[in-house]
């Protein structure tokens, strides 16, 4: 491993839906406010169920364990990117002119 290495979190590759704020009482009591969240898009453009299932397949780089944390190493997933494209590059678009 070089120090020049970036890795990215789930949080950072698959989109994450949004999340309205939600208030509800302890049994003690006491008000709890779970902040909202707005939706925000990942660099795959996939939900991270997608992701998990690609992996299992072996179609996505498999993450790198480091402690508890789940992490991808930035270079693989721009490889898998840039392949990705490149095959929808050679495929003519069937829609266009219709």
């Known amino acids: 491993m070089t120090l020049i290495d970036q890795y990215l979190r789930m949080a ?5 839906p949004e999340r309205k704020a939600k208030t509800y009482t302890t049994r003690s009591g006491q008000q709890r406010t779970v ?5 925000t898009r990942g ?3 996939f939900s991270a169920k997608h992701l998990y299932h690609l992996i299992n397949e ?3 780089p498999a993450p790198v364990k480091i ?3 789940s992490l991808w190493r930035l270079s693989e997933i721009n490889k898998w990117l840039d392949s990705h494209s490149a095959k929808s590059d050679d495929q003519p678009n069937k829609n266009v002119g219709v």
């Open 12 to 16: 950072d590759l698959a989109n994450q």
């Open 67 to 69: 402690g508890r944390a």
């Open 43 to 45: 660099i795959t453009g």
């Open 58 to 60: 072996g179609k996505f």
């Open 35 to 39: 902040t909202a969240k707005t939706a």
